[in-house]
């Protein structure tokens, strides 16, 4: 069942549920208020029939008889009799009244005046103890049927049931309308999401303006979808790549061994033909590291280790690295540091962005030939800018746009030893971490790095 059916469904029950409350609460007090009502007419009636039956002044019960004939309408199948009590037996005499339960008798005896009640085949019956002047004691009560009551509470009845089934499908209605708006931003995200596939893996869904569920579920997808997007191109990546760039080390191998085989040779030659070998050996290694760093920067996120990480002490262990791997640098480092500690805080993982950095910054020792190279930090609003300034070589004005693909060299870095896969890790690793990394470079003038990290604040 989908969930707008089943979300519609328990609105109904819930409203259904209150309806039927309030409906059997109206019913309730309706029917009380009606059968008291109609208890008390019948009490009084009785109380008019004593005092008329036994008021000894005419007057007076002229009086009664004309204020129950004008005021007091008659009650359906009205009936009023007036039993002889005797106190010291205890027996009533009952010739022509009703025949009810001897409880009933007793019980009006024991309220000694209060009203009793009787309900008898549908027949109600109110009778009260009376004292005449001479001292003796009658039973006078009256009886009628609630026809009236009953016909309005009926009435009510059906009025409820039929006010409950259609408030029942008005609501039903009204909640697959309703449901049907209120999900019609899921179904957009589920026909776009249907639209992505491993060929355009870079069509992004619509985020919006709002912070409701809906937007955070479309930037979820949207993050997921980013790494899926780093993990495919790293992947294809390696694969596309690692034929060509294996291809030549293991051609050179192979025929430098296949001309050593071919007949005999001196010890110099062997040499010779080992020490290509040996070099070509050690270029396939290079080669087959890189192509594993770049390939598993396109994690999912879970499988490494993800913190806080403070960048101002990131930047100053890629210092020390820098050190130990080029004593002859000169880089500089410069920290602008903000009051608050989460301004220079993100969320990462530290050997990561420790090896994107320092090949940031290997890098610029290694194209300027060890000239000054400025590591800076500052921070702006909820961003963690890194910049790295060199005065090497640079890098011809349009070739800057290939720099992130893998294994491509500038043409003027032919001198320099490397493979092309420094910068495109680097891009890789800066990206999963939500970041963005640009290039500024003149020829012969030098090169800027830019990275922008977002910060937790």
């Not at 409203?15 to 039927?20: S, V």
């Not at 955070?216 to 034929?243: H, W, Y």
């Not at 092309?420 to 990394?437: E, N, Q, S, Y």
Request: charged share 20%; glycine share 6%.
């Amino acid at each position: 069942m989908r969930i707008q059916i089943k979300t519609s469904l328990l609105f109904t029950f819930i409203t259904a549920g209150i309806i039927l409350f309030l409906s059997l609460t109206v019913y309730y007090f309706a029917s009380r208020f009606t059968y008291n009502d109609f208890l008390k007419r019948l009490e009084l009636r009785a109380r008019i029939t004593a005092r008329i039956h036994f008021e000894g002044d005419e007057s007076t019960t002229a009086a009664f008889q004309e204020l129950r004939e004008q005021y007091l309408s008659a009650l359906p199948n009205e009936r009023f009799f007036i039993l002889r009590y005797d106190s010291v037996s205890g027996s009533v005499k009952n010739d022509t009244g009703p025949q009810l339960p001897q409880s009933f008798y007793e019980a009006i005896v024991d309220n000694k005046g209060q009203t009793t009640f009787k309900l008898v085949d549908h027949v109600h019956y109110a009778g009260i103890l009376h004292r005449d002047r001479h001292n003796d004691h009658f039973l006078v009560i009256s009886s009628a049927t609630n026809l009236y009551g009953e016909t309005v509470i009926s009435n009510l009845r059906e009025i409820l049931v039929i006010t409950f089934i259609t408030s029942v499908i008005v609501v039903f209605t009204v909640g697959i309308f309703f449901s049907h708006k209120v999900f019609a931003p899921v179904r957009q995200i589920m026909n776009q999401v249907k639209d992505i596939s491993v060929q355009n893996l870079h069509l992004r869904l619509k985020e919006g303006d709002g912070k409701d569920e809906l937007t955070e579920l479309s930037r979820t997808f949207n993050n997921m979808l980013d790494r899926l997007e780093a993990s495919f191109e790293t992947q294809n990546n390696f694969v596309s790549n690692a034929s060509h760039e294996f291809r030549t080390p293991l051609t050179s191998i192979i025929g430098e061994a296949e001309i050593a085989l071919s007949r005999e040779r001196s010890c110099e030659e062997y040499q010779q033909t080992l020490q290509v070998i040996q070099q070509e050996a050690s270029r396939l290694q290079h080669v087959t590291k890189g192509l594993l760093q770049l390939a598993q920067s396109g994690f999912d996120g879970k499988k490494q280790d993800w913190g806080f990480i403070r960048i101002d002490e990131l930047i100053m262990n890629v210092k020390r690295t820098t050190d130990e791997i080029e004593p002859n640098n000169r880089v500089k480092v410069s920290l602008q540091m903000p009051e608050l500690e989460k301004l220079v805080t993100v969320q990462g993982n530290e050997h990561l962005l420790h090896q994107a950095l320092s090949n940031i910054v290997l890098n610029a020792c290694k194209y300027s030939d060890n000239k000054s190279v400025l590591l800076s930090l500052t921070t702006s609003e909820n961003r963690i800018i890194i910049v790295i300034v060199d005065e090497g070589i640079g890098i011809p004005a349009g070739e800057v746009k290939y720099i992130f693909d893998p294994f491509f060299r500038a043409s003027n870095t032919n001198r320099y030893e490397g493979y092309g896969i420094g910068l495109p890790l680097t891009h890789t690793i800066i990206r999963l971490h939500k970041g963005d990394i640009r290039i500024q470079s003149r020829e012969g003038k030098g090169t800027t790095v830019i990275v922008t990290l977002p910060s937790i604040c």
